[in-house]
């Protein structure tokens, strides 16, 4: 892939694909889940055959409000062209830390020190893609015209309020889903809090013959909805540091208070999933290109570690999925400011 590398910062500085990285920190285990993996349907964009669906010659892939943090702001663009006229485009997300040299002689052994160094990078641009996902895409009502906001008399937060009914909500949302799409639900995601809340519900502590030990576990409710196990996915680390703040409360939810059914699959030209994440490049699994070269400039020298997605997530049936907009009402103490985002 020669045309993606002259976009990158340092590529006039011997710039290589450095493969070994990211299989390193896939080996070692960086713990931590990332809830795009689990809503997006994957697409690498190689060949011609994988030309978006219903996408004429004319048409680009267009990035939705994504603003990929960098170094230097905004990174840029990045055009690819398997055959003309046809033309994907997709948005640069990327991160870069510069490590001293002097770090590789102190560290215990080599591969410690190579999870070290890449963790960090490849931990961030992961956050930025689980923002686009999450916070830019999923939950932008513009995009998702699939939705509703709960009013405060059916917030799953108003515990004492008659019109407050987890249970019920979700298997409706389910449903709708289904008529409107005709096809399986790939995931029902909602935050750790949320789902405590529907957990905890009276109405649903009242339907002793629906829980187990007193609360509602997810494999129940998967099969009071007739979901596939594992379908309800409840979001315990999409969790990311707020700008400017600190101490407590300054972390946030990505999924916030909202709650979202979404359908999935492979790409098909009659697909009817609400959409897929387009991407070039990857190490494994992951749309992410990591680099490295070496800083000459900087005292002792020093190695740049940068790791580079190009990547578009991409709504394509928004009827396909519903958002329940404010299931719970963020502003509550318990939440801790925690759902805000």
Same mark, same amino acid.
């Given at each position: 892939m020669p045309p993606l590398?002259?976009?990158?910062?340092?590529?006039?500085?011997?710039?290589h694909t450095d493969k070994l990285l990211p299989w390193i920190l896939k080996d070692r285990g960086v713990p931590r889940s990332y809830a795009w993996k689990e809503l997006w349907s994957g697409v690498a964009v190689d060949k011609l055959t994988d030309l978006i669906a219903r996408a004429s010659a004319d048409q680009q892939i267009t990035l939705f409000e994504a603003q990929p943090m960098g170094p230097e702001g905004l990174l840029?663009?990045?055009?690819?062209?398997?055959?003309?006229?046809?033309?994907y485009e997709l948005q640069t997300f990327g991160l870069e830390a510069m490590i001293p040299s002097v770090y590789n002689t102190a560290a215990d052994a080599i591969w410690d020190f190579a999870e070290r160094q890449g963790a960090f990078v490849v931990d961030r641009v992961n956050l930025r893609l689980e923002y686009a996902a999450v916070v830019q895409t999923l939950r932008n009502a513009a995009l998702m015209t699939f939705n509703t906001t709960l009013v405060a008399a059916q917030q799953w937060s108003n515990r004492g309020s008659p019109d407050s009914y987890p249970i019920d909500d979700v298997m409706t949302w389910v449903r709708f889903v289904r008529e409107? /799409?005709?096809?399986?639900?790939?995931?029902?995601?909602?935050? /750790?809090?949320?789902?405590?809340?529907?957990?905890?519900h009276p109405t649903t502590l009242a339907r002793r013959d #629906?829980?187990?030990?007193?609360?509602?576990?997810?494999?129940?409710?998967?099969?009071?909805?007739r979901?596939?196990?594992g379908t309800i996915y409840v979001d315990d680390y999409g969790i990311y540091k707020a700008p400017g703040l600190s101490g407590v409360g300054a972390k946030r939810y990505f999924g916030g208070p909202d709650v979202m059914v979404l359908t999935g699959g492979g790409p098909t030209r009659g697909d009817f999933s609400f959409g897929h994440l387009y991407y070039l490049g990857g190490?494994?699994?992951?749309?992410? #290109?990591v680099l490295r070269y070496p800083e000459y400039r900087v005292a002792r020298f020093a190695e740049v570690v940068q790791v580079t997605s190009f990547a578009h997530f991409l709504v394509e049936e928004p009827t396909a999925a519903f958002v329940a907009f404010n299931a719970v009402n963020p502003a509550l103490t318990r939440f801790r400011s925690m759902l805000s985002a």
């Amino acid at each position: 892939m020669p045309p993606l590398f002259s976009s990158l910062n340092g590529s006039l500085r011997g710039l290589h694909t450095d493969k070994l990285l990211p299989w390193i920190l896939k080996d070692r285990g960086v713990p931590r889940s990332y809830a795009w993996k689990e809503l997006w349907s994957g697409v690498a964009v190689d060949k011609l055959t994988d030309l978006i669906a219903r996408a004429s010659a004319d048409q680009q892939i267009t990035l939705f409000e994504a603003q990929p943090m960098g170094p230097e702001g905004l990174l840029d663009r990045v055009s690819w062209n398997p055959a003309t006229p046809i033309s994907y485009e997709l948005q640069t997300f990327g991160l870069e830390a510069m490590i001293p040299s002097v770090y590789n002689t102190a560290a215990d052994a080599i591969w410690d020190f190579a999870e070290r160094q890449g963790a960090f990078v490849v931990d961030r641009v992961n956050l930025r893609l689980e923002y686009a996902a999450v916070v830019q895409t999923l939950r932008n009502a513009a995009l998702m015209t699939f939705n509703t906001t709960l009013v405060a008399a059916q917030q799953w937060s108003n515990r004492g309020s008659p019109d407050s009914y987890p249970i019920d909500d979700v298997m409706t949302w389910v449903r709708f889903v289904r008529e409107e /799409a005709n096809r399986p639900i790939a995931r029902v995601y909602m935050t /750790a809090p949320t789902w405590q809340e529907a957990a905890q519900h009276p109405t649903t502590l009242a339907r002793r013959d #629906v829980t187990a030990w007193g609360v509602l576990t997810t494999e129940r409710l998967e099969e009071i909805c007739r979901l596939d196990k594992g379908t309800i996915y409840v979001d315990d680390y999409g969790i990311y540091k707020a700008p400017g703040l600190s101490g407590v409360g300054a972390k946030r939810y990505f999924g916030g208070p909202d709650v979202m059914v979404l359908t999935g699959g492979g790409p098909t030209r009659g697909d009817f999933s609400f959409g897929h994440l387009y991407y070039l490049g990857g190490s494994g699994e992951d749309p992410l #290109v990591v680099l490295r070269y070496p800083e000459y400039r900087v005292a002792r020298f020093a190695e740049v570690v940068q790791v580079t997605s190009f990547a578009h997530f991409l709504v394509e049936e928004p009827t396909a999925a519903f958002v329940a907009f404010n299931a719970v009402n963020p502003a509550l103490t318990r939440f801790r400011s925690m759902l805000s985002a």
